[in-house]
Structures are given as structure tokens and as C-alpha cells.
């Protein structure tokens, strides 16, 4: 796939936005009729008075677009974003998969879930086999004692947590690293 949308063909690409214009940004843009997807996720924030729970993104700064070349200079106009973010000199895609991971993930409720099997170890490449997040691979990351799959979006550097069952995910082999199915192979787990 191009770094940059070709024609009329429509794909997800990463902007800067000004700081604290998130939101502002996103209304300017679909005004305009470009697709957006700004994460949110609700949290309880604290005041010295009182405690709300607020919509916040869940990356800050940052909003995914999905258009065409027609559309990715007029995403450029909106005062409230800077810039797209590129990775060697182009605005870098995001696939589509990986834009349905994060909403997936969004939608989910965080249980807090202690994992104790062993054979699971931080790096493995793991896929989620129940529940609505089926189909999901992501890496398996340790954090403060809770193991979690992470989903990275390799050309942003950014990785989506969440927590997932223990009983909900296998280890699986990397693609590259999978026998040619053209060869007659099977894969062993």
C-alpha cells in the first residue's frame, strides 16, 4: 500500500493536532466531510473539589483521518491540526485492522485480571481465541505485575493495552516465520 492515498482509494493516516484541540479539530473536519476517529476513553479526574468523570483521547494530540488525495490537503487547512505524522519522509498509514483493534478496545471494559501461567512470557506473539476481541494478535507485555496485550501500531510507534483473559489467548507463531501453505506444510504448535 502507498504512503500517501492514491486516487479515490481511502486510507487511515495519523495527525498532530494543537494541544487541547482534539475534539475542535474533529468537529472542523467531519463539518468538512472527512472521516475521523479521535479514541476517547472516559476517566475519573480530580479537582480540589470535586471528582468527575470527563471524555478524554486516549492519545493526546494526535486524531486518525481516513481520505483520499483529494481530501489529505483540505485535512491540512483546519487550523486546529499541525501536521501528519510521518515515518521516512511520508505521512505514515495506519491500517485498517489496527483502527478497528483500537475501537475494539475501546469498547471493552477493563477487568482487572491476574495472569499467573508461566509459559507466557513478555514478547510472545499471542491471538485472542473467545470473547469479542477474537481474532486480535498483539505482543504480551508484564506492567506493574498485571500481563496485558499490547496491539502495537508499528509506524507510530504507539501501543494499545488492554487486559484480556488468560484463558482467551494463545501463542502463535510470527508470520514470517510461518511454513509456505503453497508447499504443503503444516503448522505445529
Not at 45 to 58: A, G, N, T
Amino acid at each position: 500500500m502507498e504512503e500517501v492515498a492514491n486516487g479515490q482509494q481511502k486510507v487511515w493516516h495519523a495527525v498532530y493536532t494543537r494541544s487541547r484541540a482534539e475534539k475542535k479539530a474533529v468537529a472542523e473536519l467531519e463539518q468538512n466531510g472527512v472521516e475521523c476517529f479521535l479514541p476517547i476513553q472516559r476517566r475519573l479526574r480530580q479537582w480540589s473539589d470535586r471528582k468527575k468523570w470527563v471524555d478524554m483521547p486516549l492519545i493526546s494530540g494526535y486524531l486518525f483521518v481516513r481520505v483520499n488525495r483529494r481530501d489529505y490537503d483540505r485535512v491540512l487547512q483546519s487550523d486546529h491540526i499541525v501536521g501528519y505524522v510521518r515515518f521516512e519522509g511520508r505521512a505514515a498509514v495506519v491500517p485498517d485492522n489496527q483502527i478497528e483493534y483500537l475501537k475494539l478496545m475501546l469498547k471493552q471494559h477493563n477487568n482487572e485480571v491476574e495472569l499467573s501461567v508461566e509459559e507466557l512470557q513478555p514478547g510472545a506473539l499471542v491471538e485472542v481465541v473467545a470473547g469479542p476481541m477474537i481474532g486480535m494478535r498483539g505482543k504480551l507485555v508484564r506492567l506493574k505485575g498485571k500481563s496485558k496485550i499490547a496491539i502495537g501500531l508499528e509506524q507510530l510507534g504507539w501501543a494499545a493495552l488492554t487486559e484480556i483473559a488468560v484463558s482467551d489467548i494463545i501463542v502463535v507463531e510470527p508470520e514470517e516465520n510461518k511454513p509456505d501453505e503453497s508447499q504443503g506444510k503444516t503448522r505445529t504448535h
